[in-house]
């Protein structure tokens, strides 16, 4: 009997122990998420323009969000300009993951992995700041080395054509070191046995990728479509700095429009239904995207 207490009085000890370590990360998740998101859940109901009271006006807002047509316009700006981010980032971060990992000295496989992963570190508000001037018709230099090539000037930042491309090339310069360098780890931890009995069998180099590469990078690959993708549902700072979402709504994101309307318009309500909207917008992509890796998520 007072061995089965001892037992149960470490058990709690353990436990104790164990919600301690745990407490400091729980208590910023109910601090600064959990509470956060039910205040904002809660305000899709109430008018309030955060100088008087807030009035409660039951489904009013979520009226104003299902009749107002600039939303279908705004998803639509994000999700291209998402898919372009996803795309681009994924692919050069792999070109560039697949040239370090090949063999060079150790020293200059360090200094190319901090030089492409320095821009990932910069303030997003000095990057966009950067590429406004590289990318200014008159005077920037992407337009004065077009022009060497025979290119006319392109109106990079008041083109509605041209500007979401813009806004992807910023934000694939700053975040395509962080991808590399995931996918380069990825490719670090592929055992060379595959490899060498690939060649012991006659595969090339393509064959390689394709067969071994490739499968096996797939859990690293569904890591970055996820956290690509939930970032590129919430851009905000390039194309606020860069276009200010124009021109029209062009480059405009669904992060800009909540803070044009919960903040500037002063309409708290109606930005807290967009907020949820893009919340539930990220967690029905997120799953969709979970359940469809299982037919292409390969391990060892």
């Given at each position: 009997m007072?061995?089965?207490?001892?037992?149960?009085?470490?058990?709690?000890?353990?436990?104790?122990?164990?919600?301690?370590?745990?407490a400091?990360?729980?208590?910023?998740?109910?601090?600064?998420?959990?509470?956060?998101?039910?205040?904002?859940?809660?305000?899709?109901?109430f008018?309030?323009?955060?100088?008087?009271?807030?009035?409660?006006?039951?489904?009013e807002?979520?009226?104003?969000?299902?009749?107002?047509?600039?939303?279908?316009?705004?998803?639509?700006?994000t999700?291209?300009?998402?898919?372009?981010?996803?795309?681009?980032?994924?692919?050069?971060?792999?070109?560039?993951?697949?040239?370090?990992?090949?063999?060079?000295?150790?020293?200059l496989?360090?200094?190319?992995?901090?030089?492409?992963?320095f821009?990932t570190?910069?303030?997003?508000?000095v990057?966009a700041?950067?590429?406004?001037?590289?990318?200014?018709k008159?005077?920037?230099?992407?337009?004065?080395?077009?022009?060497?090539?025979g290119?006319?000037?392109?109106?990079?930042?008041?083109?509605?054509?041209?500007?979401?491309?813009?806004?992807?090339i910023?934000?694939?310069?700053?975040?395509?070191?962080?991808?590399?360098?995931i996918?380069?780890?990825?490719?670090?931890?592929?055992?060379?046995?595959?490899?060498?009995?690939?060649?012991?069998?006659?595969?090339?180099?393509?064959?390689?990728?394709?067969?071994?590469?490739?499968?096996?990078?797939?859990?690293?690959?569904?890591?970055?479509?996820?956290?690509?993708?939930?970032g590129?549902?919430?851009?905000?700072?390039?194309?606020?700095?860069?276009?200010?979402?124009?021109?029209?709504?062009?480059?405009r994101?669904i992060?800009?429009?909540?803070?044009?309307?919960?903040?500037?318009?002063?309409?708290?309500?109606?930005?807290?239904?967009?907020?949820?909207?893009?919340?539930?917008?990220?967690?029905?992509?997120?799953?969709?995207?979970?359940?469809?890796?299982?037919?292409?998520?390969?391990?060892?």
């Open positions: 007072e061995r089965t207490m001892t037992l149960r009085r470490r058990k709690v000890i353990e436990a104790l122990i164990g919600y301690a370590f745990i400091p990360t729980m208590l910023g998740f109910v601090v600064f998420l959990a509470i956060p998101m039910l205040v904002g859940i809660s305000l899709m109901f008018n309030w323009s955060m100088f008087k009271p807030p009035e409660f006006v039951g489904l807002n979520i009226q104003a969000f299902l009749q107002d047509p600039r939303v279908l316009t705004v998803y639509k700006t999700f291209g300009m998402a898919f372009g981010l996803i795309i681009s980032n994924l692919t050069l971060g792999l070109g560039i993951a697949l040239l370090l990992n090949a063999k060079m000295p150790g020293v496989s360090g200094f190319f992995r901090a030089a492409y992963f821009p570190v910069v303030s997003t508000v990057v700041v950067i590429w406004q001037f590289l990318l200014n008159d005077l920037g230099l992407v337009n004065y080395y077009l022009g060497l090539l290119v006319d000037r392109i109106n990079w930042l008041l083109s509605s054509t041209w500007s979401p491309i813009a806004v992807i910023t934000d694939t310069w700053k975040n395509v070191g962080f991808y590399a360098l996918f380069l780890g990825g490719l670090k931890n592929i055992p060379r046995d595959y490899y060498e009995a690939a060649e012991v069998d006659g595969a090339t180099t393509l064959h390689k990728f394709r067969y071994i590469t490739m499968p096996l990078l797939t859990p690293t690959m569904l890591f970055l479509i996820i956290t690509s993708t939930i590129a549902m919430q851009i905000f700072g390039q194309s606020f700095i860069l276009t200010g979402g124009g021109p029209g709504d062009a480059t994101t992060v800009m429009y909540i803070y044009e309307s919960g903040i500037r318009s002063f309409r708290v309500g109606y930005g807290a239904v967009l907020s949820v909207s893009l919340l539930l917008v990220i967690v029905g992509m997120t799953t969709l995207q979970f359940i469809l890796s299982r037919r292409y998520i390969h391990y060892q």
